[in-house]
Protein backbone atom coordinates (compact mmCIF):
# COMPACT_ATOMS: atom_id res chain seq x y z
CA UNK A 1 0.00 0.00 0.00
CA UNK A 2 1.69 3.22 -1.27
CA UNK A 3 1.74 5.98 1.32
CA UNK A 4 -0.50 8.86 0.73
CA UNK A 5 0.79 11.98 -0.63
CA UNK A 6 -0.81 14.95 1.07
CA UNK A 7 0.66 18.88 0.29
CA UNK A 8 2.59 19.99 2.91
CA UNK A 9 2.65 16.66 4.92
CA UNK A 10 6.26 16.61 5.15
CA UNK A 11 6.80 19.61 7.39
CA UNK A 12 3.87 19.05 9.02
CA UNK A 13 5.34 15.77 9.65
CA UNK A 14 8.97 17.15 11.03
CA UNK A 15 6.96 19.39 12.94
CA UNK A 16 5.27 16.92 15.48
CA UNK A 17 8.17 14.49 15.73
CA UNK A 18 9.77 17.87 16.70
CA UNK A 19 7.62 18.14 19.39
CA UNK A 20 7.82 14.51 20.33
CA UNK A 21 11.66 14.67 20.73
CA UNK A 22 10.92 17.83 22.68
CA UNK A 23 8.25 15.94 25.35
CA UNK A 24 10.75 13.02 25.48
CA UNK A 25 13.66 15.08 26.38
CA UNK A 26 11.43 16.68 29.26
CA UNK A 27 10.05 14.06 30.18
CA UNK A 28 13.70 12.50 30.93
CA UNK A 29 15.16 15.63 32.99
CA UNK A 30 11.68 15.61 34.92
CA UNK A 31 12.10 11.40 35.68
CA UNK A 32 15.88 12.34 36.43
CA UNK A 33 15.24 15.20 38.70
CA UNK A 34 12.54 13.72 40.39
CA UNK A 35 15.24 10.63 40.88
CA UNK A 36 17.82 13.04 42.24
CA UNK A 37 15.65 14.37 44.85
CA UNK A 38 14.83 11.30 46.42
CA UNK A 39 18.71 10.31 46.24
CA UNK A 40 19.23 13.64 48.05
CA UNK A 41 16.57 12.57 50.66
CA UNK A 42 17.51 9.48 51.14
CA UNK A 43 21.30 10.57 51.81
CA UNK A 44 20.10 13.02 54.14
CA UNK A 45 18.20 10.63 55.90
CA UNK A 46 20.65 8.29 56.20
CA UNK A 47 23.47 10.75 57.76
CA UNK A 48 20.98 11.88 60.03
CA UNK A 49 19.92 8.28 61.34
CA UNK A 50 24.03 7.70 61.49
CA UNK A 51 24.77 10.33 63.51
CA UNK A 52 22.24 11.21 65.58
CA UNK A 53 20.63 7.51 66.38
CA UNK A 54 24.02 5.83 66.47
CA UNK A 55 23.14 3.44 63.77
CA UNK A 56 26.81 4.15 62.24
CA UNK A 57 27.05 1.93 58.54
CA UNK A 58 24.57 -0.76 59.44
CA UNK A 59 21.48 1.33 58.33
CA UNK A 60 22.86 1.58 54.97
CA UNK A 61 23.11 -1.91 55.19
CA UNK A 62 19.81 -3.21 56.31
CA UNK A 63 17.97 -0.69 54.12
CA UNK A 64 19.98 -1.76 51.19
CA UNK A 65 18.45 -5.38 51.97
CA UNK A 66 14.95 -4.14 52.33
CA UNK A 67 14.65 -2.10 49.30
CA UNK A 68 16.11 -4.69 47.50
CA UNK A 69 13.41 -7.18 48.42
CA UNK A 70 9.95 -4.75 48.72
CA UNK A 71 10.93 -2.98 45.60
CA UNK A 72 13.02 -5.69 43.38
CA UNK A 73 12.05 -4.30 39.85
CA UNK A 74 13.66 -0.82 41.06
CA UNK A 75 17.05 -0.03 40.21
CA UNK A 76 19.46 2.06 42.51
CA UNK A 77 18.93 0.65 46.16
CA UNK A 78 22.33 -1.25 46.14
CA UNK A 79 24.93 -0.93 48.99
CA UNK A 80 27.50 1.24 46.85
CA UNK A 81 24.59 3.17 45.69
CA UNK A 82 23.05 4.05 48.85
CA UNK A 83 26.66 4.63 50.03
CA UNK A 84 27.06 7.04 47.53
CA UNK A 85 23.96 9.29 47.91
CA UNK A 86 25.40 9.31 51.63
CA UNK A 87 28.71 11.22 50.47
CA UNK A 88 26.94 12.80 47.80
CA UNK A 89 24.43 14.48 51.11
CA UNK A 90 27.49 15.08 52.76
CA UNK A 91 29.91 16.72 50.26
CA UNK A 92 27.40 19.25 49.60
CA UNK A 93 25.90 19.48 53.22
CA UNK A 94 22.61 22.14 53.91
CA UNK A 95 25.35 25.37 53.21
CA UNK A 96 23.56 26.27 50.63
CA UNK A 97 19.82 25.90 49.40
CA UNK A 98 20.33 25.76 45.67
CA UNK A 99 22.66 23.17 45.45
CA UNK A 100 20.27 20.40 45.48
CA UNK A 101 18.45 22.31 42.88
CA UNK A 102 21.93 22.63 40.87
CA UNK A 103 22.91 19.47 41.17
CA UNK A 104 19.69 17.77 40.48
CA UNK A 105 19.99 19.38 37.18
CA UNK A 106 22.79 16.72 35.45
CA UNK A 107 22.51 12.74 35.43
CA UNK A 108 23.71 10.67 38.64
CA UNK A 109 26.56 9.49 36.80
CA UNK A 110 27.62 12.74 36.49
CA UNK A 111 27.44 13.69 39.96
CA UNK A 112 28.69 10.57 41.63
CA UNK A 113 32.23 11.08 38.60
CA UNK A 114 32.32 14.88 40.29
CA UNK A 115 32.22 13.69 43.93
CA UNK A 116 34.44 11.13 43.31
CA UNK A 117 37.19 13.24 41.59
CA UNK A 118 37.02 16.42 43.15
CA UNK A 119 37.51 17.37 46.94
CA UNK A 120 36.85 20.71 46.72
CA UNK A 121 33.12 22.15 46.73
CA UNK A 122 33.51 25.10 44.54
CA UNK A 123 35.60 22.99 42.30
CA UNK A 124 32.65 21.09 42.21
CA UNK A 125 29.80 23.07 41.52
CA UNK A 126 31.81 24.72 38.73
CA UNK A 127 32.30 21.34 36.77
CA UNK A 128 28.45 20.59 38.08
CA UNK A 129 27.62 24.28 36.25
CA UNK A 130 29.96 23.95 33.18
CA UNK A 131 27.99 20.02 32.53
CA UNK A 132 24.73 22.38 32.76
CA UNK A 133 25.54 25.02 30.29
CA UNK A 134 27.83 22.53 27.77
CA UNK A 135 25.47 19.43 27.83
CA UNK A 136 28.61 17.49 28.43
CA UNK A 137 28.45 13.85 28.33
CA UNK A 138 30.36 11.57 31.24
CA UNK A 139 33.27 11.01 29.11
CA UNK A 140 33.56 14.71 27.95
CA UNK A 141 33.35 15.90 31.87
CA UNK A 142 35.71 12.92 32.82
CA UNK A 143 38.24 14.60 30.60
CA UNK A 144 37.51 17.99 31.53
CA UNK A 145 38.50 16.84 35.07
CA UNK A 146 41.63 15.21 34.19
CA UNK A 147 43.06 18.22 32.34
CA UNK A 148 42.12 20.48 35.24
CA UNK A 149 39.62 22.79 33.48
CA UNK A 150 38.90 24.33 36.88
CA UNK A 151 42.58 26.25 37.28
CA UNK A 152 42.81 26.90 33.50
CA UNK A 153 39.71 28.84 32.98
CA UNK A 154 39.83 32.17 33.10
CA UNK A 155 43.30 32.58 33.35
CA UNK A 156 44.89 33.78 30.27
CA UNK A 157 46.42 37.29 30.18
CA UNK A 158 44.70 39.78 28.15
CA UNK A 159 43.71 43.34 27.56
CA UNK A 160 39.70 42.53 28.01
CA UNK A 161 38.62 44.43 30.65
CA UNK A 162 40.80 47.93 29.05
CA UNK A 163 39.25 47.29 25.14
CA UNK A 164 35.87 45.28 25.76
CA UNK A 165 32.56 47.01 27.66
CA UNK A 166 31.06 45.15 30.32
CA UNK A 167 29.22 42.35 29.80
CA UNK A 168 31.36 41.09 26.69
CA UNK A 169 34.76 41.83 28.69
CA UNK A 170 33.73 38.96 31.84
CA UNK A 171 32.63 36.69 29.15
CA UNK A 172 35.52 37.14 26.99
CA UNK A 173 38.11 36.38 29.83
CA UNK A 174 36.28 33.30 31.16
CA UNK A 175 36.30 31.86 27.36
CA UNK A 176 40.19 31.89 27.29
CA UNK A 177 42.44 29.33 29.12
CA UNK A 178 46.14 29.00 30.46
CA UNK A 179 47.06 26.46 29.27
CA UNK A 180 44.99 24.63 26.05
CA UNK A 181 45.76 21.08 26.43
CA UNK A 182 46.82 19.34 22.88
CA UNK A 183 46.88 15.87 24.45
CA UNK A 184 44.97 14.82 21.44
CA UNK A 185 47.96 15.63 18.86
CA UNK A 186 51.05 13.45 18.24
CA UNK A 187 53.24 15.99 17.71
CA UNK A 188 56.90 16.71 18.98
CA UNK A 189 57.92 20.26 20.47
CA UNK A 190 59.96 20.37 17.15
CA UNK A 191 57.11 20.60 15.18
CA UNK A 192 56.40 23.65 12.80
CA UNK A 193 53.53 26.08 13.44
CA UNK A 194 52.05 24.47 9.94
CA UNK A 195 52.42 20.90 11.21
CA UNK A 196 50.36 22.24 13.98
CA UNK A 197 47.91 24.25 12.37
CA UNK A 198 47.24 21.12 9.71
CA UNK A 199 46.96 18.73 12.61
CA UNK A 200 44.65 20.48 14.88
CA UNK A 201 42.23 21.05 11.91
CA UNK A 202 42.32 17.60 11.08
CA UNK A 203 41.63 17.20 14.26
CA UNK A 204 38.81 20.08 14.52
CA UNK A 205 36.40 18.45 16.87
CA UNK A 206 38.85 17.86 19.70
CA UNK A 207 40.08 21.25 19.14
CA UNK A 208 37.07 22.57 19.51
CA UNK A 209 35.83 20.76 22.80
CA UNK A 210 39.57 22.24 24.10
CA UNK A 211 38.69 25.63 22.92
CA UNK A 212 35.28 25.60 25.19
CA UNK A 213 31.47 26.13 23.90
CA UNK A 214 30.45 28.80 21.19
CA UNK A 215 33.25 28.61 18.50
CA UNK A 216 32.76 27.83 15.53
CA UNK A 217 35.11 27.17 12.65
CA UNK A 218 34.76 29.58 9.47
CA UNK A 219 38.56 28.69 8.40
CA UNK A 220 42.52 27.94 7.59
CA UNK A 221 45.07 30.16 6.82
CA UNK A 222 42.32 33.07 6.14
CA UNK A 223 42.79 35.60 3.62
CA UNK A 224 42.80 38.98 3.81
CA UNK A 225 44.14 41.82 1.38
CA UNK A 226 44.87 45.20 2.66
CA UNK A 227 47.02 47.68 0.37
CA UNK A 228 47.48 44.99 -2.12
CA UNK A 229 49.20 43.01 -0.07
CA UNK A 230 47.96 39.20 1.04
CA UNK A 231 47.63 38.58 4.44
CA UNK A 232 46.84 35.21 6.21
CA UNK A 233 44.98 34.65 8.98
CA UNK A 234 46.04 30.83 11.19
CA UNK A 235 42.70 30.12 12.44
CA UNK A 236 39.61 32.09 12.02
CA UNK A 237 36.47 31.37 14.25
CA UNK A 238 33.01 32.74 15.58
CA UNK A 239 31.87 32.46 18.57
CA UNK A 240 28.15 32.41 19.04
CA UNK A 241 27.84 33.64 22.78
CA UNK A 242 30.25 36.71 22.36
CA UNK A 243 28.89 37.38 18.82
CA UNK A 244 32.52 38.12 17.36
CA UNK A 245 34.91 36.53 15.06
CA UNK A 246 38.26 35.26 17.23
CA UNK A 247 41.49 35.31 14.79
CA UNK A 248 43.56 32.32 16.45
CA UNK A 249 47.32 32.37 15.83
CA UNK A 250 49.38 29.89 16.83
CA UNK A 251 53.37 30.00 17.80
CA UNK A 252 55.89 27.06 17.97
CA UNK A 253 58.11 29.23 20.57
CA UNK A 254 57.80 31.89 23.82
CA UNK A 255 55.94 34.77 23.12
CA UNK A 256 57.42 37.98 21.65
CA UNK A 257 56.14 41.44 21.75
CA UNK A 258 55.76 41.85 17.93
CA UNK A 259 53.64 38.54 18.02
CA UNK A 260 50.86 41.32 19.52
CA UNK A 261 51.36 44.08 16.94
CA UNK A 262 50.58 41.73 14.01
CA UNK A 263 47.46 40.33 15.47
CA UNK A 264 46.30 44.11 16.66
CA UNK A 265 46.74 44.39 12.65
CA UNK A 266 44.95 41.34 12.10
CA UNK A 267 42.01 42.59 14.04
CA UNK A 268 41.62 45.77 12.30
CA UNK A 269 41.59 44.27 9.03
CA UNK A 270 38.59 42.01 10.40
CA UNK A 271 36.58 44.63 11.62
CA UNK A 272 36.69 46.34 8.48
CA UNK A 273 36.35 43.67 6.04
CA UNK A 274 34.84 40.51 7.57
CA UNK A 275 32.77 42.11 10.67
CA UNK A 276 29.39 43.29 10.23
CA UNK A 277 27.37 45.71 11.80
CA UNK A 278 25.71 43.63 14.16
CA UNK A 279 28.86 41.57 15.55
CA UNK A 280 30.94 42.60 18.11
CA UNK A 281 34.71 43.52 17.90
CA UNK A 282 36.20 40.87 16.89
CA UNK A 283 38.78 39.13 19.66
CA UNK A 284 42.31 37.83 19.11
CA UNK A 285 44.17 35.00 20.92
CA UNK A 286 47.98 34.25 20.54
CA UNK A 287 48.78 30.36 21.26
CA UNK A 288 52.21 29.99 22.14
CA UNK A 289 54.45 26.72 23.06
CA UNK A 290 55.85 28.92 26.13
CA UNK A 291 54.88 32.06 27.86
CA UNK A 292 56.83 32.05 30.86
CA UNK A 293 57.53 36.02 30.52
CA UNK A 294 54.24 37.10 32.10
CA UNK A 295 55.53 40.81 32.45
CA UNK A 296 56.86 41.17 28.50
CA UNK A 297 53.24 39.57 27.80
CA UNK A 298 51.63 42.19 30.20
CA UNK A 299 53.84 44.96 28.32
CA UNK A 300 52.81 44.31 24.99
CA UNK A 301 49.44 44.56 25.29
CA UNK A 302 48.80 47.50 28.02
CA UNK A 303 48.37 49.96 24.87
CA UNK A 304 46.93 48.21 22.02
CA UNK A 305 43.45 48.89 21.25
CA UNK A 306 42.40 45.93 20.28
CA UNK A 307 41.03 42.60 22.65
CA UNK A 308 44.02 40.66 22.52
CA UNK A 309 45.03 37.08 25.10
CA UNK A 310 47.87 35.26 25.05
CA UNK A 311 48.21 31.49 26.66
CA UNK A 312 50.31 28.68 26.60
CA UNK A 313 49.54 25.25 24.76
CA UNK A 314 50.50 21.87 25.56
CA UNK A 315 50.70 18.49 23.63
CA UNK A 316 51.25 16.42 26.28
CA UNK A 317 52.41 16.24 30.29
CA UNK A 318 55.64 15.80 30.43
CA UNK A 319 57.13 12.49 32.51
CA UNK A 320 58.68 13.07 35.47
CA UNK A 321 62.43 12.54 35.14
CA UNK A 322 62.88 9.34 37.27
CA UNK A 323 60.49 7.67 35.15
CA UNK A 324 62.27 9.45 31.76
CA UNK A 325 65.47 7.99 33.05
CA UNK A 326 63.94 4.50 33.59
CA UNK A 327 62.99 4.43 29.94
CA UNK A 328 64.58 2.72 27.19
CA UNK A 329 66.09 4.49 24.92
CA UNK A 330 65.32 4.40 21.04
CA UNK A 331 68.59 2.76 20.12
CA UNK A 332 68.53 0.04 23.25
CA UNK A 333 64.97 -0.72 21.78
CA UNK A 334 66.79 -1.30 18.30
CA UNK A 335 69.69 -3.37 19.85
CA UNK A 336 67.15 -5.63 21.21
CA UNK A 337 65.14 -6.35 18.43
CA UNK A 338 68.42 -7.05 16.37
CA UNK A 339 68.85 -9.37 18.92
CA UNK A 340 65.49 -11.11 18.62
CA UNK A 341 66.03 -11.41 15.19
CA UNK A 342 68.70 -12.81 15.44
CA UNK A 343 67.66 -15.36 17.80
CA UNK A 344 64.93 -16.29 15.59
CA UNK A 345 62.16 -14.36 17.93
CA UNK A 346 61.07 -11.82 16.14
Not at 14 to 40: C, D, G, H, P, R
Not at 132 to 161: E, P, Y
Not at 233 to 259: A, N, Q, S, T, W
Amino acid sequence: MSATVLPGYGSFLEELKAKIKSAQIKAALTVNAQMLTLYWDLGKAIVEKSTQAGWGNAVVEQLSKDFTQDFPTLKGFSRTNLYAMRSWYLFYGEQDPIVPQLVGQIPWGHNRLIIDKIKDRTEALFYVQQTIQNGWSRDVLAHQIQTKLFARQGKAISNFTQTLSKPQSDLATQTLKDPYIFDFLSLTDEAHEQELEKALVSHITKFLLELGAGFAFVGQQYHVEVDGDDYYIDLLFYHIKLHCYVDIELKIGEFKPEYAGKLNFYLSALDSQVKSMEDKPSIGMILCRSNQKKVTAEYALRDMNKPIGIAEYRFTEALPENIRTELPTIEALEEELKKLKQDGRA
